[in-house]
């Protein structure tokens, strides 16, 4: 028989088992976790040019640096602040670490078209030495940069003066020891592989391979495999164009590779399937290895149907195991180990298929909502209109919808969940369907790789989200 005093040490443990096991759990992104507002980044001038809209998010390996590419061509890199990063409990702030020019606005004079300069995606290299590196696309051109810190300089140098200029050999009367002198930071953005003239259609996707030698990179027909060393030549593994183009049918929508396995990678199309390509089989991976596709609901079935069941992005999570595509009403779980249907599906704005008729005539029918998975895969997010963004937590399986608002410019405010009516009477907390601003879009949404972080893009506005612990 137990003594009461074990009883109670037994019952203390217990509970204080429970307290740990409910903060990890919170940590890790499982049960309901709480967002407060973290920083925003951006002007928040009421007319923004089309050239300061962010057009790509993407935070790197270890989460210490977030870069955005916009319209304008341009890439940000912030760079996770030393004080909030080791702060208790940790805080999610970044600063700008370094902003460059990474394309230019191009002209294809043998087919009459312009090139915009807009940054498609961004994907960053792990880092192997002190130096970062990142890929970045427009509509045919990608670019290998390389991100580094400068803080010494050469001074006495014996052939050139300090400001650059060649000395004339004939009045170097005396040789002098160059000496290495310490100098404020800076941060050289300098690019060091171009890959073009390998695409005939808009780039969509590109991917870097887990072996980090090899990446992939998308259009509506093709896909390319390059080598990072190599700039004149792909190889080109994945082709869907038809011999007559009268004949097309769908076009790809996205690309990825495995994050572990090499040799395998996933496409997406406009007709809502997945494919899974296994380069071992063949060089050339028009044959598929695996075809992810739901049966349709006939009862559903309506003029905008394969309009909204195409796949705007596919994500494949950090185990592996799983991948999650993006369409236009929901977000779908996939196991790449069963083909037939997906194993979880979360609609993210439901109340809009009674809409789909203004949404085709206003264009917004085809905006191209991205997803991405939180670092332990226990949750997603993707965005919404209104400038609300979804989260949906496969644990619990609950959601929540918050808003990306200049209004809460005060760090450690906590969101609050929002909610939309279709009809009836509308609740205080609420906004009815009829009064969301289509102009208002989160297209763009990235997870820290192991916090929960997040960045969202609104138009012009970078607005940073963490945990409240």
């Known amino acids: 028989m137990k003594s009461p005093s074990n009883i109670m040490r037994q019952s203390s443990l217990t509970k204080l088992g429970s307290m740990i096991n409910t903060a990890v759990n919170k940590r890790a992104g499982n049960g309901d976790i709480q967002w407060c507002f973290s920083q925003v980044k951006g002007t928040l001038e009421d007319d923004v040019t089309e050239a300061d809209i962010i057009s790509c998010v ?8 977030l870069a ?8 940000v890199i912030f760079q996770r602040d030393p004080i909030s990063k080791n702060s208790i409990p940790r805080r999610g702030e970044y600063n700008v670490y370094s902003t460059f020019q990474s394309h230019e606005p191009e002209f294809d004079y043998l087919k009459s078209l312009e090139i915009e300069e807009k940054i498609n995606k961004i994907r960053w290299l792990k880092r192997k030495n002190p130096a970062h590196f990142l890929l970045s696309t427009n509509d045919k051109t990608i670019k290998l940069w390389k991100v580094s810190e400068r803080d010494k300089r050469v001074e006495g ?5 300090e400001n650059g200029t060649i000395r004339d050999p004939a009045c170097i009367t005396s040789l002098r020891v160059p000496t290495i002198k310490p100098m404020e930071l800076m941060v050289e953005a300098s690019p060091r592989r171009i890959f073009a003239n390998a695409h005939t259609y808009h780039i969509n996707s590109i991917s870097v391979n887990s072996d980090q030698e090899t990446y992939l990179s998308a259009d509506d027909l093709r896909i390319n495999l390059w080598h990072l060393e190599i700039t004149d030549q792909s190889f080109n593994i994945v082709d869907i164009k038809p011999t007559n183009m009268e004949e097309l049918t769908e076009v790809i929508t996205a690309a990825e590779f495995h994050p572990a396995e090499c040799n395998v990678l996933v496409y997406s199309s406009s007709k809502g399937t997945i494919r899974l390509c296994d380069m071992r089989s ?6 598929h290895s695996k075809l992810f596709e739901e049966p349709e609901d006939p009862t559903n079935r309506s003029f905008f149907s394969e309009i909204i069941s195409s796949i705007s992005d596919v994500k494949l999570s950090n185990s592996g195991r799983y991948m999650i595509s993006r369409d236009y009403l929901s977000v779908k779980v996939w196991d790449l180990q069963m083909e037939t249907k997906p194993i979880e599906c979360y609609p993210v704005h439901e109340y809009l298929r009674s809409k789909l ?13 991205e997803c991405c998975w939180s670092g332990n895969d226990s949750a997603i997010m993707t965005g919404s209109y209104n400038n609300f963004f ?9 959601d929540l919808t918050l808003e990306a608002a200049r209004d809460i410019a005060k760090p ?6 929002r909610k ?17 601003d289509f102009n208002k879009k989160i297209l763009h949404t990235a997870w820290h790789p192991s916090e929960n972080v997040v960045a969202v893009a609104a138009t012009n506005n970078l607005f940073l989200f963490q945990d409240k612990l």
């Open 58 to 65: 993407e935070f790197n390996h270890d989460g210490d640096l």
């Open 357 to 369: 008729c203004s949404l085709y005539e206003n264009d917004c029918i085809f905006d191209k909502f």
């Open 68 to 75: 955005t590419g916009d319209k304008g061509g341009r890439v």
């Open 420 to 436: 939309v009516c279709t009809g009836g009477k509308r609740k205080k907390d609420e906004i009815s369907v009829d009064c969301l």
């Open 412 to 417: 450690k405010t906590l969101l609050k969940p």
């Open 390 to 398: 979804r989260v949906f937590d496969r644990t619990t399986k609950r």
């Open 282 to 287: 063949a060089a050339l991976c028009d044959q």
């Open 157 to 161: 140098y014996n052939t050139k003066e």
